[in-house]
């Protein structure tokens, strides 16, 4: 906090450079603010997209050096002392079977908004790319399916979630997973190389959702399949949340219309496209940031496409 009064016992020198860096800091806090005065686009300009991911890289880095599960997409959700469901009950409640969880103990950091893997429909020897993948818990439920033959990449911008994901896969002796660092605007991965994208509450978190549609698109072979799971908005969200950096980082602001939604993913070429929407997922995300009344803004959706070329 700076107080204008605190100036009388500072020099000349301590006094400028508090000045200068109150106004970098009010500066970034505007440009981060102002964002969200206007309508959510899908993208933003260059600079407020890296202001933005920043803020989501700090919240995500701070959840995965704690390792503690939120069960919540939502750093709000993260505070203790929240009345939050079990780690089985949340996780059941987005989709996942007893079994699922069994399996993949430990690697459930609760941040996802359903099950990408109940609509993938895996095969055996496919490769498979995760977008957003955090502590890994999709992509180890992805390598039992598609098995040795096959292969699962998680790709994230947070190095301590990399970390953390590759940690989770020598644990468990997974040789058919790989994490990468990236960014999923810019696809560390080669052309026409996926068989399917799966992706976890992740996209509605991106500045640039055209660019992540048109980066899956290239990255999927023809024919090849997109399985997400997303929060979407249903009615307009509020001036209050669309102006609030933290539910931006929660998974609640940067969620898109579905008409929009379903405009981007055409562009960049995909076909078949089923966007489900989860009425029930309103009561889960009621608890993502209490007082809030985001669940009647916003809902958690199957997202299901294809590769059109
Ligand atoms: C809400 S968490 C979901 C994690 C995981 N999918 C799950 O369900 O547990 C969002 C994750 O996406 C990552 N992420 C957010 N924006 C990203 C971007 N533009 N590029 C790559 N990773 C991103 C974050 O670092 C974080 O690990």
Redesign the pocket.
């Given at each position: 906090m700076y107080k204008i009064e605190n100036f009388e016992i500072y020099t000349t020198h301590q006094r400028k450079r508090a000045i200068e860096d109150l106004y970098k800091r009010s500066t970034l806090a505007l440009s981060v603010m102002s964002l969200f005065a206007f309508n959510s686009p899908a993208s933003f300009a260059m600079n407020e997209e890296e202001d933005m991911?920043s803020h989501?890289?700090a919240?995500?880095?701070a959840?995965?050096k704690s390792q503690k599960p939120c069960f919540s997409?939502s750093s709000k959700g993260c505070d203790e002392g929240q009345d939050k469901p079990s780690a089985k009950e949340y996780s059941i409640g987005l989709g996942y079977s007893e079994q699922e969880l069994e399996e993949s103990v430990g690697a459930?950091?609760?941040?996802?908004?359903g099950n990408?893997g109940a609509i993938a429909s895996l095969k055996e020897g496919e490769i498979v790319v995760?977008?957003?993948?955090?502590?890994?818990?999709?992509c180890f439920l992805a390598a039992k399916k598609v098995g040795s033959l096959g292969k699962v990449i998680?790709?994230?911008?947070?190095p301590d979630?990399i970390e953390l994901a590759r940690a989770n896969a020598l644990k468990r002796n997974y040789t058919n997973v790989e994490f990468i660092l990236?960014?999923?605007?810019n696809l560390p991965l080669s052309d026409s190389s996926a068989d399917v994208i799966i992706?976890?509450?992740?996209v509605n978190?991106?500045?640039?959702k055209e660019a992540?549609f048109r980066e899956a698109a290239r990255v999927l072979k023809r024919g090849g399949r997109l399985a997400i799971?997303d929060i979407v908005t249903t009615t307009e969200l509020p001036e209050e949340i669309k102006g609030n950096i933290e539910l931006y980082t929660g998974?609640i602001t940067g969620a898109t219309k579905l008409d929009k939604l379903k405009s981007m993913m055409e562009a960049a070429g995909f076909g078949e496209i089923n966007i489900d929407v989860k009425e029930d997922s309103r009561s889960f995300i009621s608890k993502w940031a209490p007082g809030s009344n985001a669940e009647d803004y916003i809902a958690s959706a199957y997202i299901y496409a294809t590769k059109l070329q």
């Open positions: 991911k989501v890289k919240s995500y880095g959840i995965a997409c459930d950091l609760g941040l996802g908004c990408p995760d977008l957003g993948s955090g502590g890994g818990f999709d998680g790709v994230d911008m947070t979630m990236g960014e999923i605007e992706s976890n509450c992740v978190l991106s500045p640039n992540v799971s998974c």
